[in-house]
């Protein structure tokens, strides 16, 4: 609980449906609880994809500017053009798993999303799920998709 007794519940979103589908769930288990939401949009500055041309890296401002689409983005998907009350979006500078696991200790609860595994026989998360099941302080709720 933060300082005013209220919960409050960190939700990772990435820009990925599975994000969307767990924005949405943790939405409505902060309206149950009367919770304050706290979206959490991470962004690294210093992760180069391995597969682009020397030349077409996007710099850190162009980084930061596709993770704040990608945020606005996900808060219109679940919530439509206004944002519900007691709902706080925020674009966090920093690798993701190590952005929620510090939101968490100020949190009641963290929610993920996870796209399923390709077959049933794989029973793989992400990384950023396996780092905040490991390390979070508060419990971690992950939210699949169908």
Not at 64 to 89: I, N, W, Y
Not at 135 to 142: F, I
């Amino acid at each position: 609980m933060n300082s005013t007794g209220q919960q409050t519940i960190v939700v990772g979103v990435s820009g990925s449906s599975a994000s969307v589908t767990a924005l949405r769930w943790a939405a409505d288990e902060a309206q149950r609880r009367h919770a304050l939401l706290r979206v959490v949009r991470s962004w690294d500055p210093e992760f180069r994809a391995p597969y682009a041309a020397l030349g077409s890296l996007p710099t850190a401002d162009q980084q930061r500017a596709a993770a704040s689409q990608e945020l606005a983005a996900a808060m219109r998907a679940a919530f439509g053009p206004a944002t519900p009350d007691g709902v706080v979006a925020e674009l966090a500078e920093g690798i993701a798993e190590r952005t929620l696991v510090e939101r968490s200790v100020a949190a009641d609860l963290l929610v993920l999303g996870a796209t399923p595994p390709p077959t049933p026989a794989v029973r793989a998360v992400g990384a950023v799920v396996r780092t905040c099941l490991s390390r979070a302080h508060c419990p971690v709720v992950v939210v699949g998709t169908a």
